[in-house]
């Protein structure tokens, strides 16, 4: 580990995206001096291989933050909202991964390649935004700069592991019971905590989060007010429709949108998204050439493909936008926020 590096500390350390964050931490070669692995009690004492050498990790307390810079949380909403604000006061930069501060007015929400400069406002918490927001604005940030944005309709096709890790063995449990003809019953999708569960495997569940009084679901109200905000587009029409799928990892996004600019073709969208940082396009539908998934698992970039002009919209088009949903939805988005504070020299 580097001499002159931050002490870093992971709150989750032992969850699907706290994994992911520390493999990325490694993968980056970020500048750690100390890394501290916190988790709650029932995880302690777990060991994690980091560069090569085992850390025990630790039950988290107010004072497992006394001397670090950054910390990235990813341990559900009601532990951020306990621990971020110790943290602070004892000095750290905290990126949160979870809904707690997402929409609080005093509280950034920064996807690096749309809003990086959000950051210069931070008062100590910085928000990491739902795993499906980011993917999507990634992805519409360079059009909406060159030629603007009026409407955005998406729908989107999410994997289990956005539910944590008993929803990928709820779906593998049911794809083998279903296989060997066995009955099973649901017990965590489409929402652990709600009355109802049904059945992933072989199947599609149109809902993401509990219903809210409008008919959305919470999924789809983050996906609309968390773009407004990013984009500093209050004005933005949005909505969302948000499926899960039998799919272990990787988001996809059926995504239509309107320009204000006229005249725009397919041709200058794709130079456009050629050149967007954090982007691949892959777009050669004569070759059967677009995202997919099974192929986004483990990279970092959002890939687009499936460009096309509305049949009737002048101004109207679509994709199809697929990423890792726990490294640029997650993982990723939180590291490289981290990276975007050094750089900007934020992190005293």
């Not at 994690?48 to 025990?56: L, Q, R, W, Y």
């Not at 955005?152 to 709820?170: H, K, P, R």
């Not at 609309?224 to 984009?231: A, C, F, L």
């Amino acid at each position: 580990m580097s001499v002159n590096g931050l002490t870093v500390a992971v709150l989750g350390a032992t969850g699907a995206v706290g994994q992911q964050m520390i493999q990325t931490l490694e993968n980056r070669d970020f500048p750690i001096k100390t890394l501290k692995l916190l988790s709650s009690a029932r995880s302690a004492g777990s060991k994690v291989v980091f560069k090569g050498s085992e850390i025990i990790v630790e039950e988290a307390t107010p004072e497992s933050f006394e001397g670090v810079d950054i910390a990235l949380f990813s341990a559900g909403g009601d532990i951020s909202k306990k621990f971020a604000p110790e943290a602070v006061k004892r000095g750290a930069i905290v990126v949160d991964n979870t809904s707690a501060f997402r929409m609080d007015p005093n509280v950034p929400l920064v996807v690096p390649e749309v809003n990086e400069e959000d950051l210069r406002n931070h008062n100590g918490i910085i928000a990491n935004p739902n795993c499906s927001t980011i993917q999507m604005v990634v992805a519409l940030e360079p059009l909406r700069q060159q030629y603007g944005l009026k409407k955005v309709l998406v729908s989107t096709y999410q994997a289990v592991s956005g539910a944590g890790a008993a929803a990928i063995d709820e779906l593998n449990q049911q794809s083998q019971a279903i296989l060997n003809g066995e009955d099973f019953e649901p017990s965590v999708l489409p929402v652990k905590s709600d009355n109802k569960h049904y059945q992933i495997a072989y199947n599609a569940v149109p809902q993401i989060d509990k219903f809210q009084d409008n008919g959305f679901t919470y999924e789809e109200m983050k996906m609309i007010n968390e773009t407004k905000k990013i984009m500093h587009m209050p004005e933005l029409k949005v909505s969302a429709t948000c499926v899960r799928l039998p799919i272990v990892t990787g988001h996809s996004e059926s995504v239509y949108f309107e320009i204000d600019q006229n005249g725009v073709t397919v041709k200058d969208i794709h130079a456009l998204l050629n050149e967007a940082p954090g982007v691949t396009l892959q777009d050669v539908p004569e070759e059967q050439i677009y995202p997919m998934p099974a192929a986004a698992v483990g990279k970092n970039d959002v890939f687009v493909g499936r460009v096309r002009k509305d049949l009737d919209e002048d101004n109207g088009f679509h994709m199809w936008v697929v990423s890792d949903n726990l490294l640029k939805g997650a993982a990723w988005n939180s590291v490289q926020i981290a990276e975007s504070l050094l750089k900007l020299g934020l992190v005293k």
